[in-house]
T-cell receptor
Framework: EPEVTQTPSHQVTQMGQEVILRCVPI?????FYWYRQILGQKVEFLVS????????KSEIFDDQFSVERPDGSNFTLKIRSTKLEDSAMYFC????????????FGNGTRLTVT | KNQVEQSPQSLIILEGKNCTLQ??????????LRWYKQDTGRGPVSLTI?????NTKSNGRYTATLDADTKQSSLHITASQLSDSASYIC????????FGAGTTVTVRA
């Protein structure tokens, strides 16, 4: 069964550094998402992406965050200048359609900012 | 603000026993309600999706029910197995997805 893959599985970075989290969504999916989950808390929406542009973003997704689909397969989340509170599990997800279709999540990247 | 509340926060059950998890929501109007299973350190995996017109949907030993009038849903796990130990997340969709905090289920031998 096709799956969403994320790399790296764990990233440790120093405060103020830039990080890029990478995702390969399922190939025939058109809608892409980033979510984050701080340890012990609920999953939070960051951003959705369709047709090479952001379709929606949450208030968490400020100017420090950006997303890109640099080629036909990769989908990246960049955090420009990491803060301690950015430490979380970041999940990429994709879906075939926007309404009523299950999100397929990757296994996440655990980001630790020191 | 749309909210999704789940109960209990956690529960422990013996292998082979059944359990029921609850989800109450205030999202309105809504188009569908989803249950996801999240193993520790992994991404959520979809179990069921129900539209507002559906009352029940099963996926193997998992059965979800929905009462759109009272805005309540439940997830019933039948004959639990050790592999059912996970967090179960209720997600409600209107024009976006609202996630509950999840119920952590621990199945003990």
């Amino acid at each position: 069964e096709p799956e969403v893959t994320q790399t790296p599985s764990h990233q440790v970075t120093q405060m103020g550094q830039e990080v890029i989290l990478r995702c390969v969504p399922i190939s025939n999916h058109l809608y892409f998402y980033w979510y984050r989950q701080i340890l012990g808390q609920k999953v939070e929406f960051l951003v959705s992406f369709y047709n090479n542009e952001i379709s929606e973003k949450s208030e968490i997704f400020d100017d420090q965050f950006s997303v890109e689909r640099p080629d036909g397969s990769n989908f990246t989340l960049k955090i420009r200048s990491t803060k301690l509170e950015d430490s979380a599990m970041y999940f990429c997800a994709s879906s075939e359609k926007v309404w009523g279709h299950p999100l397929h999540f990757g296994n996440g990247t655990r980001l630790t900012v020191t | 603000k749309n909210q999704v509340e789940q109960s209990p926060q956690s529960l422990i059950i013996l292998e082979g026993k059944n359990c029921t998890l609850q989800c109450n929501y205030t999202v309105s109007p809504f188009s569908n309600l989803r249950w996801y299973k999240q193993d520790t350190g992994r991404g959520p995996v979809s179990l069921t999706i129900m539209t507002f017109s559906e009352n029940t949907k099963s996926n193997g030993r998992y059965t979800a029910t929905l009462d759109a009038d009272t805005k309540q849903s439940s997830l019933h796990i039948t004959a639990s197995q050790l592999s059912d130990s996970a967090s179960y997340i209720c997600v409600v969709e209107d024009y976006k997805l609202s996630f509950g905090a999840g119920t952590t289920v621990t199945v003990r031998a």
